[in-house]
């Protein structure tokens, strides 16, 4: 069996900004910068090379007490994979999670989602249950997944090094800096192209568009009253910087202002020996 390698196609970083070129993906990338997954996605340790090798070289399952451990040596030092341990470094809160759904909840997850094809047969059950829970706000137990997937491929014969990025992230968390290796792996990343090639239409595309579900659409809604309150808050501080202005002005003596007393601002006579400043328009 050949050694194994890097699959320069598998734990991509995620892209979750949003160029113009995700104008029509807004709302999808609002609900994975939300949710539980999103530090998974996104985290983008410096990934060595030698390390990597090290722990897939000597790489072995054990179950102690009842629970299945993954543990490689790095630099000499054990290194042990847990869920626990998965799930603390990759803050996912998944500890309550499902590990599969029943065949009748995925059918009719998938119809919710509008599938009408045989595409999903494509999908593994778990990963099937993984879309939809994560579609439907249900939690699903990432954490075991990605253990049982490693496992699974170390028992298979691993040809390739899989999952190097959330590797690094473990190994850095239990053994500290690795800073001292030199040779790093250039991990990919899915960039602001991802959406030009998403919006490519098949010759099998039905073209009927599956709205997101409501509690998809919970952080988008937040997210524009949070940019109302600071639209405000900048207001707020561009008239008491007008108004400092405004006294500065007057104790300098630029203005002299003859002022009818009671009557509104809009009446008041100014005579300006120098230029006043404008009232910002908000």
């Not at 809160?93 to 065949?103: A, F, H, K, P, W």
């Not at 075991?144 to 190097?164: E, H, T, W």
């Not at 073209?207 to 997210?223: G, I, K, S």
């Not at 207001?235 to 500065?248: F, G």
């Amino acid at each position: 069996m050949s050694s194994p390698t890097f699959a320069k196609t598998h734990n991509l970083i995620a892209y979750l900004e949003k160029p113009t070129e995700s104008k029509r993906f807004a709302q999808i990338i609002d609900f994975l910068n939300a949710s539980s997954v999103k530090y998974a996605l996104i985290a983008s340790p410096t990934t060595y090379t030698s390390c990597i090798k090290q722990f897939w070289t000597s790489v072995k399952v054990k179950t102690v007490n009842d629970e299945v451990r993954i543990q490689a040596l790095v630099d000499g030092k054990r290194v042990n994979i847990k869920e626990s341990s998965i799930r603390r470094t990759l803050r996912l809160d998944d500890d309550e999670g499902t590990s599969c759904l029943t065949n009748i909840e995925i059918f009719e997850g998938l119809a919710k989602m509008g599938s009408k094809t045989t595409s999903w047969n494509k999908f593994s059950n778990t990963m099937a249950s993984a879309i939809i829970c994560l579609a439907t706000n249900q939690k699903f137990n990432f954490s075991r997944y990605i253990q049982l997937s490693l496992v699974k491929n170390i028992k298979a014969g691993v040809p390739f090094f899989m999952f190097p990025r959330f590797v690094q992230l473990i190994i850095n968390h239990q053994l500290g800096d690795m800073a001292h290796y030199k040779e790093i792996f250039d991990t990919s990343s899915l960039t602001k192209k991802v959406f030009a090639n998403m919006k490519r239409v098949g010759t099998r595309f039905s073209r009927e568009v599956t709205p997101l579900f409501d509690n998809m659409l919970v952080q988008a809604l937040e997210e524009v009253g949070t940019d109302i309150a600071k639209i405000k808050r900048k207001e707020q501080k561009t008239r008491q910087k007008w108004t400092r202005e405004q006294k500065e002005y007057t104790r300098a003596g630029n203005y002299q202002a003859k002022v009818n007393i009671g009557q509104p601002w809009s009446t008041h006579k100014m005579t300006k020996s120098s230029k006043y400043p404008k009232q910002p328009k908000c």
